[in-house]
């Protein structure tokens, strides 16, 4: 019997798993503040820094460093704001050569992190929304993970050149084309995420991240999987997601069971929180290990 789509076979298993990441690259915009402003409050005294990010990029940084061989397929702009985004995924070794580089601003995220961690974003998609579909090239992927920073019709042109396991990270909360809901093999979302997506179909498999609270992996609206995370001090929870979403694709290629993976996933966004930044923040393969064992 042929195995399902996205299960690793005999012929994935013992080597390093291939993954297509397309989405969304921004630079983030930090502001650390004390206390996170009220509706028409103004602060002062924060502190700024540059950091790359956007879902698509920190996904494919957080991949990479976890042991897979990765290719991003975005875009940037034409500009500064473009060589400071793509610095981490050069470091971690992605493959860039089908990033676009296109005539509109690089997006943008402007992120408001207080002192418990918390945070709010506004982005700002600029070349994210400027991605040509009919450039997208997927390759030769094991998985492919997608997000909702980008539209629709380049998701279902990166979803129609996979046979592997399709990703499908529901963030952030918005409608989208009951299509890809049916396309995806594995949906990543929060609550919110969940409520945007009403009574659409929730692919094979499942996965409901509940914050501190860890995270559970349902099939077929069953639970077959619960994991709660390692305890941190929280310092930054902007990638926290996205760690976790990467790190339950790779370790699902790996040919480790659903709760392991799980386990893995929640830790590995546990260790994101801890940490300020968005792809500084992502974890190696050895620090997952190394918290799973304390």
Known sequence: MAARRGTPTDQTLGRRPRVCVVGSINLDLVAHVE????????????????????????????????????????????????????????DAGVDLSRTQVVRTATGVALILVDSKGENQIVVVPGANHALDSTRIEVGEADALICQLEILDDAIEAAAAQTEGLFCLNAAPARELSGAILQRADLVVANSFELDALGSSPMGTLFALTLGAEGALLLEAGEEVARATPPRVEAADGTAAGDAFTACLVVSLLEGRDRDEALRRACASGAIAASRPGAQPSLPTAAEVDEILRA
Do not use: C, H, I, M
């Open 35 to 90: 206390t996170l402003p009220r509706p028409g409050e103004s602060l002062t005294g924060a502190t700024l820094s540059y950091v790359p990010g956007g879902k698509g990029a920190n996904q494919a940084v957080a991949a990479a460093r976890l042991g897979a061989g990765v290719r991003f397929v975005g875009a940037v702009g034409d500009d500064e704001f473009g060589g400071l985004a793509v610095r981490e995924l050069r």
